[in-house]
């Protein structure tokens, strides 16, 4: 599955070069040949940016991925804006929300009223969400015509993506790659001022060495993350039960805002914690590519990724999904498939008013959210046709309706 999401992360990726005379017939207007500065209404003329890197931003205010991702665009922009540009494109509501997100924006913007403008944008570089960050180099070259994804490249990378050329990407891949294959607990765990982790009771010191040979889960998440909190109680009831047998442990990877939201929630964890706010929860983020919370990867004895998808693995399979690795997860689903064949093919669920049909990955499954109990899936679910509401097979508590019922 990971490879298949590489290349689908692939396909989203959006670099584009253009020849530098396309900037002024893409970005002007019939009666307009400027973009508007950060600073209120002054005016830039588009040839002042004909020898820069490009970034055509679409994005709104309303949408909370396009804020915070803008926060990271900021972050990039003021370390590269000598040979960086940026050209924000709106879908805000109204002027007032334009000149408001506007003002958090270092870079240049289409004026809102031109709608035509924005529109062409739209079709030719075929924008089907955002925030959406389309780079266009100053210099065209026919090899170098392969669209990506700005905003995928600069979660992944920052700064380091620039120029976004294809060489520089190529080198942050193999980079990339050297490290995964380099990887160890200590060179992941460990910085210049710290070679431990905490434990309970407050403040205990945990050598990060005492660790190497286990296998080890990174959880990332956070008290104000509700699915995080509620996926919390399941994984310390796992955790326990592994421990029993098995050198297993959990390191807990805070994105809590404050230090006492931070103490609070680890104080409900029976595990152990990187400092919080310390240098090295970024780095693990950007390592892993974190998306999204709750996340939990697993690592092996020696320190290498044995999967990015540990929390769907025990929404799946609780303690049986130890130790995790491919030969264990192919072993639990091919049992899971041989379990689904006794199932029934529909049921009715007391959650639920029309019928459920029984579906695996070939046939209309795939990763879901239970509608049920909030947690991850995959392959084999009861599948509403109706609705798209999905619940896992052990999730449901099934009825006997009346046939008049069902047949409604």
């Not at 130890?322 to 064949?341: G, I, Q, S």
Request: hydrophobic letters at 35%; one cysteine or more.
């Amino acid at each position: 599955m990971e490879v298949e999401e590489e290349e689908d992360r692939r396909r989203k990726l959006m670099i584009v070069s253009e020849p530098s005379s396309r900037f002024f017939s893409l970005l002007a207007s019939n009666d307009r040949d400027f973009l508007l500065s950060s600073h209120g209404t002054q005016q830039v003329k588009i040839s002042e940016i004909e020898d820069k890197v490009l970034g055509i931003y679409f994005s709104a205010n309303w949408y909370s991925p396009c804020k915070e991702f803008n926060e990271i665009l900021v972050e990039t922009y003021e370390q590269v804006k000598t040979n960086f540009e940026v050209v924000f494109v709106s879908s805000d509501e109204n002027l007032d929300a334009f000149n408001t997100y506007r003002a958090s924006m270092p870079w240049l913007s289409i004026p809102f009223s031109d709608l035509a403008t924005k529109k062409a944008l739209d079709r030719r570089f075929n924008i089907e969400g955002i925030p959406c960050l389309v780079i266009l180099q100053p210099e065209y070259k026919k090899d170098e015509s392969t669209l990506h994804d700005g905003v995928e490249l600069l979660y992944r990378f920052g700064e380091e993506a620039f120029p976004f050329t294809r060489e520089r990407l190529d080198e942050l891949e193999l980079q990339i790659k050297e490290k995964y294959e380099t990887q160890t607990l200590m060179n992941l765990l460990t910085n210049f001022d710290r070679d431990y982790l905490l434990a309970h009771p407050a403040s205990t010191q945990i050598p990060v060495e005492s660790l190497v040979g286990k296998t080890v889960g990174l959880f990332f998440s956070a008290q104000w993350c509700l699915p995080g909190v509620k996926f919390t109680s399941k994984l310390i009831s796992i955790y326990h039960k592994i421990k029993q047998n098995q050198d297993f442990e959990i390191i807990y990877v805070s994105t809590d805002r404050d230090e006492e939201e931070f103490e609070s929630y680890f104080n409900t964890m029976p595990w152990l914690t990187l400092p919080h706010q310390d240098t090295t929860i970024k780095t693990l983020a950007k390592h892993f590519d974190v998306k999204g919370i709750p996340c939990l990867i697993i690592l092996g004895p020696d320190g290498k990724t044995i999967t990015k998808n540990g929390r769907n693995l025990v929404n799946l399979y609780q303690e049986n999904a130890y130790p995790f690795t491919e030969e264990r997860v192919n072993l639990l689903e091919k049992t899971m498939d041989e379990e689904a064949k006794k199932l029934p093919s529909s049921e009715y669920h007391e959650g639920h008013r029309h019928e459920l049909n029984l579906v695996s990955e070939g046939n209309g499954g795939g990763f879901y959210i239970c509608c049920d109990c909030d947690e991850q899936g995959f392959s084999w679910a009861y599948q509403c046709l109706d609705c798209g509401y999905e619940i896992h097979p052990k999730c449901v508590k099934a009825v006997n309706l009346p046939a008049s019922m069902a047949q409604s």
